[in-house]
């Protein structure tokens, strides 16, 4: 039985996204947020592509099938960053446009945002990395 | 051999990575659409009306400019013109200006190279328009020492004017010199590094060393502290306080004492800087004031210096010594809640401000102390900390107050290059009490052109019965005052004022529950200002300087009157639209006096016990949980499951748009009609899409309109963007300026020139609205100045209320006869920019009625109307309306969000004062810091911000709608929103065609190409993935 090797960079995209996914998560549920809802398209799409990723980082994958996982796995980071980008928005507008009128858990919160953002971006280049990646097989 | 198909799969991930990131920088883009506007200074939407030749003229208020050009040439014209008038001259020894026209002179002080313009955030000069100081003065005329010029030149040759962190353009000042505890002025060391040879024209230059010092002012500043606390390291100053001069400062005026025979210095700086060194030394000939010129104001100071106009404003605050022992300064600053911590971060609950100084703010404290004084009445056993020493310093050890220690320059104080002789012709105080007309004639004794002022004080009798429920009597008090026109050598002019006497009312809080007058002796007393005109009244009561005052008193110039019988509880207990006035912020949840809340705990500073209830510090304070209850911004539960069918929403039957009421009264019944059409959910888009934006109303065809701030003209629009009467400008190109070119509000206030106040209403705002197509300007700003340190305090007129009043209810009328719906600004109690956001402001109610609050209704009701105006048939139908739009405060009102605070919105500014227009939040959003439920069922018609925060749940029709009381409020909000766009220049020109139309901004077309460029791309990578998976599967 051939020895399928675990892709290394599905795993650092894996964890990038887990990264985001837990600092999207943290920031909406603590915090200057406290009491809003997360959204259900971030926590879709973040789960989706964690899950395909997963799959990807397995090494299972071969030929069309791993073109389909590392395009969807892209496409839901990619959904799931925007998503958690957009809803973060209103914060960089209050800090950025009338300073001193906010208070400091807002731009916290904004801050481990940009941490979370970061994570996803880092999932997509992993991604990115694997899709411009010869395949092995 | 795959290589092609991992190239297409990458690329397809790039290319979807980028569609991304455009899609959502689009969306951002138009979700704050009108701020991106604001930024890059393009216009993205514009209104558009197809015209015909039948249709009867739709332009109801016309601009005075048919070209940029005139609008360039206008704008700077009256920004001139208001700059001559908004210099005050403090001292003048030995006629020292004016000066020769051609006069060499050296300029001294970093601010001669860099003065401040305007305001560094709110009220900012346009950077574009300003023609800085060296080049107004020699355009004057004057010729300059260019040596001590090359310094300075040298010092900014690497250094810019600032971008505005808000709005557009340039800002006319350098950050690297704006500071709020640094004078940053540059030593006599550096001066002669920057350019040896600094100091080598003095002889050549020798008709007047000029030195310029000042402070910079702004929005958003952490502000100004007194002591050591506002002083950066290594800065040092005369009193201790950075209000004073730096030892840099004083080294260049040592510096121009030593190599000049003429010494003047300007005053640059709407903070009340203390400069009783400089009125003492003989050394120095001159000081003018000068203010916060703005961007051509340099002009005017020059036609000052130079003779071309006389000076003729006055002071509109007092310059004290030490303007850090001013009562108010007790209680100052970040004094947090001792458990802030506790609080949702949400609710923005931060800091209280506990103004126990009650009404004796500015004149009214320093003057009623010195009239106490002399009267035998107490007030002169002084506490350490609470005085000051001769010198200027904060007296240390218990002492004697001294007026002659505490002021330099009274209230209302202003000199001029000729004199005036000032007659009190005749009074007549009506029978029901409620007005009195004055007499006043004026006559030029000198021999020079120039325009005087008229003001007139009065005293009430400070009574037993005052004593014993806590009403406090300021021993002078302004009550009106009018501008000459330019009167000629021997010239005289008589003014004849209606004077509105319900400002001399007391708020009684603890018995009468409403404005009394005592029985007693009233004064009325013109004067050269507040202490000359207390003079004159303590002269007619038969004190004299053996009795302690400061110089002889005119008695000739008073009036006086008795009104017998008991307390008057009656007379202005009603307002002037029928309205009982009664307690509205003494008790409840609303209430602002802290003792509501926690009985005993302030004791305000009462004319009784000067020394014994001069304010402490109010520190540590708890809020219990009652406080916290209203602090946390949601103290009104939503209702559920009432009946609400008598409120119509939704109504598709009627055909009537917006522009079918356009110029309605409110009463008019067709407002009934189109109401009904409006849906909850369309007030609710609307209310929470206000930041700078008049968001559309469809069913009732209200289109969407940009907004701008504010009180100095539009912070993000230029004359680029100028059209007139629909049309845009032919030369706009060619002229690129904006319109924040006046003098700061400060300046316009110390015009006391109430005609001059109604034409920048009608030029900087009023022309901002109809040149730029902008129906809504933030402004004017009309907070009280409570104390000389608040950062902002540039926005904002003067301490007194009528000043104040006055001032904005011309500018207002001005500006809305052009149509502009002014939004005054900021309601209220707006005290400091510390912790602006959140902090809970308490006072008793009489000092928050007879000084901020009677300050805000003179714009409300349309008071203050001009004597001139009175003859004036073209001036007939002016102050008929008062201001039709408002925005309240970040600050707390009491416990609750300023505009969740019922008692001042509804039960005072609506019911009392008739207020019928548009209320919006100061830049909130709809979030827990607006309390945005309890707003709505206090009159707020919208929420300036970005939308809606995520923690409100409730901004749904569904939750909301078994709400009686707030479905009605919402309605109601409905009628004052439309009532006062309709009239107003939201209208102008609006006819059945008229429709809004997308423009293609550069931004727009970026981000609208770059996701169709990567849509594209993506098929295509996509497509080529797949064809080259399959061609290397044939291949396998």
Redesign the interface.
Known sequence: MKQQKISVTGLVAVLAALVGLAFYLVTTLT???????PSPLVLVCSVAAVLLLAVLASGRTT??VR?LV??AA??CL??G??FF???R??LA??IY??????????ETAFQLSLVGIAGYLVA?LA??VA?????KD | M??K???W??T???M??LL??S??AG??LE??RT?VDAFFGTRSQRTVTDTTGSEEDAWTYKSDFTTAQEAYEGLKDFAIRESQETVALLKNENDALPLAKDAKITLFGIRSYAPVYGGSGGSVTDGKSTVEIFDCFTERGFQLNPSMLAAYQAYFADKEWTVP??GGGVLPEYAEITSYNDPCELSLDELAALNPAYNSEYDAYGDAAIVVVGRPNGE???GYYPGEEGLAEGVSTVTGNILSLSDEEMALIEEAKANFDKVIVLVNATNQMEIANLQDDPDIDAILWIGLPGAYGFYGVADVLNGTVSPSAHLGDVYAKNTAVAPAMMNYGDIPWANAADF???A?V?SYLIEAEGIYTGYRYYETRYADIVMGNGGSEASAGTYANPDGTVATVDGVWDYENEMVYPFGYGLSYTTFEQTLDSVEIMGNKKTATVTVTVTNTGDTAGKDVIQLYAQAPYTDYDRQYGIEKSAVQLMDYEKTETLAPGESQTITMEVDMANLASYDSENAQTYIVDPGDYYFAIGTDSHDALNNILAAQGYTTADGMTDEGDASKTYHWTWEGEVDSQTFSVSKNGTEITNQLSEGDYAMDFNAFQPGTVTYLSRSDWNGTFPKTYTGLVADENLSRLLNNDFIELKTGEDTSDLIFGDTSSDLTISDLKGADFDDPRWEELLNKVTVQEFLDFAANAFHNIAAIPSVGLMQYAADDGPGGSDSHYLTEGSYQGVPYEDAAEYDYGTRVAPSPVNLAYSWNKELAYENGQIILGESTLVLNLPIMIGPGMNLHRHAYNSRGHEYYSEDPILSGYTGSAVVQGAQSKGCLVNIKHAAFNDQ?IN??GIAVFMSEAKAREMELRNLQQAFEANGKPASFESDPEMENSYTTGALGVMSS?NRIGAVASSANYGVQVAIMRNEWGFKGYNVTD?T?VSLKAAPKESILAGTNAFCG??I???ITYWNPESLSGDHDMLAAIRQNLHYTLYALANSAAMNGVNATTHTENVMTWWRGAYIGCSVVFAVGLVGC?AG?AVS?KKA?RRV
């Open positions: 915090g200057y947020l406290t009491g809003s809802t030929g069309g073109d590392i395009l892209g496409f990619i959904a960053m925007i980008a957009l809803g928005t209103s507008a209050d446009f009338i300073p001193v009128n906010y208070p400091a858990s807002e997509i991604d990115l899709a411009f990646s010869a395949d | 795959f290589r198909v991992n190239l799969r990458g397809s991930l790039v979807a990575l991304a990131i899609l959502a969306s951002v979700m704050y701020s962190q808000f958003n500043g952490d949702d971060a949400a923005s931060n920019e602006r956001a970040y830049f959003g970005f939308g925060d995520e923690s996509l993935c998976r599967k």
